[in-house]
């Protein structure tokens, strides 16, 4: 069913449907079509454009396509219809017969799309902070298996100085969380209805479009009817939120993929989320945080793709902005699919608690504590950095770490460093020591991780 044919005196061509035609991809729409059309059908009854009698037909009409959409989500292949709005509008009419034809009163496809991809984004964004909040689970489940256990804590890769597993994945944490908090907050935003803004100047029928919103569950209308139809920053910022999670999970996944390495060897994959190599037959491969790495910049062009269409439209509708869906269903999808599959991989995780405790303790990442030491015998940090220094550069001499310099020799350093000086070396007094709030201590992660805890079982 054509929704635009009389003034034309030539059928479209095929090269031009082909082309033109949205319902291949908009079809996913179908159930927030329905919906907004139901509260569109009340609407109409109460300016009396609808018989009682004819609403309860559209009312159950709707509600009939409805179901069968639920059944079967796959979009029609043999539809010849334009899009979502019209492929609705013409089962309607094979359901109800041509009492169908009075729905489209008042509306446009303009709002119509609007109003679809908004509810679209509702429901979706529900989905994902759910997903979001699973991911935020299995990373404090993954902090209260390794509470205790010590790795290196590395900057510029290099080792630097030691921290606690849980440490290093709650500062994960932090960034899902922030992300969950971005989602949260442009759902509010967009939670606006654009129904009854028509094709761009407000519908010619006085339609309470208060009621409407509610109706759909939104916070309220659209304020400005040209700015309601063009209006697609929900998307951009879904986007953006969406590209800025995966890159939170981007690094996550290559910090585990380094761990996971041969060269690091602190963390172990489990066989149920690794895959081998069809050659060696030694290897075993970090494939799902790879993928996840991979994804990331997927998102991310989806990102810069939107932006791109957007900037030079005029006001209001145009059918570039037909292209806001697949990018954005798309890169809502891997999204969604990426805090899934880290959910599920975290428990398949281990940590060689014993290689990471050995690595913490390589590399000199306790020559800041000696430092520190150097600070409490009175002397200044700048020329106790240097002192340090000096010991490190000897004990690599040696070859040894630095508790394993004696104490001549470190006196001939420094006259003030005694033999406590073992003790403040010890990789747990250093740990102990970083007991500022935010630090790897002990005793402030454990209240981190309650903490965290608490925040994540409010949600
Ligand atoms: N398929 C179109 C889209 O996704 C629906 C709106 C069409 N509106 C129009 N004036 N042609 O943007």
Do not use: F
């Given at each position: 069913m054509s929704m635009w044919g009389g003034r034309f005196e030539q059928a479209s061509a095929g090269e031009f449907r082909a082309f033109n035609d949205s319902l291949k991809f908009d079809y996913v729409l179908a159930p927030f079509d329905i919906q907004a059309s139901k509260a569109w059908v009340n609407a109409l009854t109460e300016q009396q454009l609808l018989t009682n009698d004819e609403q309860e037909i559209l009312q159950s009409g709707l509600d009939r396509l409805l179901q069968r959409v639920q059944k079967d989500?796959?979009?029609?292949?043999?539809s010849n219809e334009e899009d979502i709005h019209s492929w609705v509008e013409s089962e309607l009419q094979k359901l109800i017969?041509?009492?169908?034809?009075?729905?489209?009163?008042?509306?446009s496809r303009n709002d119509l799309v609007a109003t679809d991809l908004r509810l679209w984004s509702l429901a979706k964004t529900h989905t994902i902070g759910e997903h979001l909040l699973a991911a935020i689970d299995a990373l404090l489940a993954f902090a209260e298996r390794y509470e205790e256990a010590v790795m290196p804590g590395y900057t510029h890769l290099q080792r630097a100085q030691p921290v606690l597993v849980s440490h290093w994945a709650l500062a994960y944490v932090e960034m899902l969380e922030r992300d969950l908090e971005r989602l949260t907050q442009a759902r509010e935003r967009l939670?606006?209805?654009?129904?009854?803004?028509?094709?761009?100047?407000?519908?010619?029928i006085a339609v309470e479009r208060h009621e409407i919103a509610a109706e759909l569950g939104f916070n309220g209308p659209c304020r400005n009817s040209l700015d309601a139809v063009s209006d697609r920053d929900f998307v951009i910022e879904l986007l953006a939120t969406a590209s800025l999670s995966m890159v939170h999970l981007s690094r996550l996944s290559e910090d585990i993929v380094f761990y996971c390495s041969g060269e690091a060897g602190l963390f172990l994959l489990g066989d149920a989320i690794s895959s081998g190599s069809s050659l060696m037959p030694q290897k075993k491969n970090p494939d799902v945080f790879e993928l996840i790495r991979g994804k990331t910049g997927r998102v991310a062009g989806h990102l810069q793709a939107m932006l791109m269409t957007v900037k030079?439209?005029?006001?209001?509708?145009?059918?570039?902005?037909?292209?806001?869906?697949e990018g954005y269903f798309d890169g809502l999808a891997q999204w969604q699919q990426c805090l899934a599959i880290m959910a599920y991989a975290l428990p398949h995780l281990r940590v060689d608690t014993q290689v990471a405790q050995h690595a913490a303790e390589?590399?000199?990442?306790?020559a800041t504590d000696l430092a520190d030491y150097l600070v409490g015998q009175g002397i200044p940090f700048r020329d106790s950095h240097e002192l340090s220094g000096k010991l490190v550069l000897i004990a690599i001499q040696q070859g040894v770490?630095?508790?394993?310099?004696?104490l001549a020799d470190m006196q001939q350093v420094?006259?003030?460093?005694?033999?406590d000086v073992y003790a403040a070396l010890a990789l747990m007094s250093g740990m102990n020591r970083r007991?500022?709030?935010?630090?790897?201590a002990p005793a402030k992660v454990h209240s981190a991780l309650r903490r965290a805890r608490q925040r994540s079982q409010a949600h």
């Open positions: 989500p796959r979009a029609p292949l043999s017969g041509s009492t169908a034809r009075k729905l489209h009163t008042g509306r939670s606006q209805s654009p129904l009854g803004c028509g094709a761009l100047a407000g519908s010619g030079g439209l005029p006001l209001a509708y145009n059918k570039d902005m037909q292209e806001d869906k390589l590399g000199y990442s306790n770490p630095l508790e394993a310099l004696t420094s006259s003030r460093i005694n033999e007991s500022a709030l935010g630090g790897t």
